[in-house]
């Protein structure tokens, strides 16, 4: 069964430090897809990044960066130098061959000036 | 380019009654996504149009529930009756591709439609 985990429910931080959001997945399927969602409070879910399972690249987006690990099962999102414009709800989904997405409940970070 | 557009953005009703929501997906993605986020907990998947057809209905919670895809363009999701249970935030995304073949793309997400049920 597929599972995605986000054990951090609130973070709150404060402008410019570095903030680490978790996310534990679970599936049986060999190839599936990894991704983060933003929330802002427009309220729509903007796509921040797809990982596939034959990747574990780490990647870097400007003061984003995605930590994939297959041995532990995890696809962590760290922010650099946070912004008050961070803040927002943050979901981490997982993807296989249904396409459908499994999402977390999502981690709401605040980013205070 | 337009993104996904969700009517109405808020809609409170009363138990019992019907309501219908809209989803326009960006023009020619044939995948359309219905998904709900009751207060709380998880966003979850409803069901998948590929253009009209209902590639895959298994999230929808019971028969109150009805989707349809007229022409594979816009879609409707009416509940009929509402309970309150229904209460929730459901979204609507769409994608150019699905996962058939090499090309996969990700999931443009409307703002979502906030439906309140008292």
């Known amino acids: 069964a597929q599972k995605v985990t986000q054990a951090q429910t609130e973070i709150s931080v404060v402008e410019k430090e570095d903030v680490t959001l978790d996310c534990v997945y679970e599936?049986?399927?060999?190839?599936?897809?990894l991704f983060w969602y933003k929330q802002p409070p427009s309220g729509e879910l903007v796509f921040l990044i797809r990982?596939?399972?034959?990747?574990?690249q780490n990647e870097i987006s400007g003061r984003y960066s995605w930590n994939f690990q297959k041995s532990t099962s995890s696809f962590n999102f760290t922010i650099t130098a946070s912004q008050v414009v961070d803040s927002a709800v943050y979901f981490c989904a997982l993807s296989e061959v249904t396409e459908k997405l499994v999402f977390g409940k999502g981690t709401k970070l605040t980013v205070n000036p | 380019e337009a993104g996904v557009t969700q009517f109405p953005s808020h809609s409170v009703i009363e138990k019992g009654q019907t309501v219908t929501l809209r989803c326009d997906p960006i023009?020619?993605?044939?995948?359309l996504y219905w998904y709900r986020r009751v207060m709380g907990k998880e966003i979850k998947f409803l069901l998948h149009?590929?253009?009209?057809?209902?590639?895959?209905e298994s999230g929808m919670p019971n028969n109150r529930f009805l989707a349809e895809r007229t022409g594979g363009t816009y879609s409707t999701l009416k509940v009929q009756p509402a309970e309150l249970e229904d209460s929730g935030v459901y979204f609507c995304?769409?994608?150019?591709?699905?996962?058939?073949?090499?090309?996969?793309?990700?999931?443009?997400f409307g703002q979502g439609t906030r439906l309140t049920v008292v």
């Open positions: 995304a769409s994608s150019l591709f699905g996962q058939v073949g090499a090309k996969y793309t990700e999931a443009f």
């Open positions: 599936t049986r399927d060999t190839t599936y897809y």
């Open positions: 149009f590929v253009k009209e057809s209902k590639q895959d």
């Open positions: 023009s020619g993605h044939d995948n």
């Open positions: 990982r596939n399972s034959f990747d574990e």
